[in-house]
């Protein structure tokens, strides 16, 4: 009986250090390195799609302005605004959402609003002829700021403006023409 409990502790003892082996051969601590052409290609596949990222953040802030300029012309002549208005504000408000997002911006906080007072919490609109007013000038200062920044960089002014953009296309919606 004393022997077959030291076999069975002898087998154990067998058993453990083969996983240990196992472990030791298959994780040498270190990652393997890629080869220097791949690591180039890496890179300059980022940095290419870093830049396309950027040129269309600059494409959007151009729709925006172009979509503020249609929907002044638009109230302008009509008084009101019409179903296709109402798609054009919905595409802007998806516009200022995907800026806000690629800026790293975030939707402003109620709380914080009160706090913190900004260009972009000091909306006052009382028509919507004052709210497409206010929405063109916001969507140029919009597209202004994102033409003065870099891709490497991220402009605040950018972010509240985006958010500015935003409250005035919600206004302008959510209003009664």
């Known amino acids: 009986m004393i022997t077959s409990?030291?076999?069975?502790?002898?087998?154990?003892?067998?058993?453990?250090?083969?996983?240990?082996?196992?472990?030791?051969q298959s994780n040498t601590g270190e990652k393997e390195e890629l080869p220097k052409g791949i690591k180039e290609t890496l890179a300059k596949?980022?940095?290419?799609?870093e830049k396309k990222d950027y040129e269309e953040l600059l494409q959007r802030g151009e729709e925006a302005v172009k979509l503020s300029d249609e929907l002044d012309k638009s109230f302008v002549q009509n008084k009101k605004l019409t179903g296709e208005d109402q798609r054009k504000l919905e595409r802007l408000e998806k516009l200022s959402k995907k800026i806000r997002e690629e800026l790293?911006?975030?939707?402003?906080?109620?709380?914080?609003?009160?706090?913190?007072?900004?260009?972009?919490?000091?909306?006052?609109?009382?028509?919507?002829?004052?709210?497409?007013?206010?929405?063109?000038?916001?969507?140029?200062?919009?597209?202004?700021?994102?033409?003065?920044?870099?891709?490497?960089?991220?402009s605040t002014v950018a972010v509240q403006s985006s958010n500015a953009l935003f409250k005035v296309v919600r206004f302008i919606r959510l209003s009664k023409n």
Do not use: M, Q, W
Not at 45 to 49: M, S, T, V
Not at 127 to 138: G, Q, R, T, Y
């Open 5 to 24: 409990f030291y076999r069975f502790i002898f087998i154990v003892f067998l058993f453990l250090a083969s996983i240990v082996c196992v472990n030791a």
């Open 45 to 49: 596949n980022r940095i290419d799609r």
């Open 104 to 154: 790293g911006g975030s939707d402003s906080n109620p709380s914080s609003e009160k706090e913190n007072s900004s260009d972009s919490d000091d909306i006052k609109l009382s028509s919507v002829s004052d709210a497409v007013d206010k929405l063109k000038n916001i969507s140029r200062k919009l597209s202004d700021e994102l033409k003065k920044t870099t891709r490497y960089t991220i």
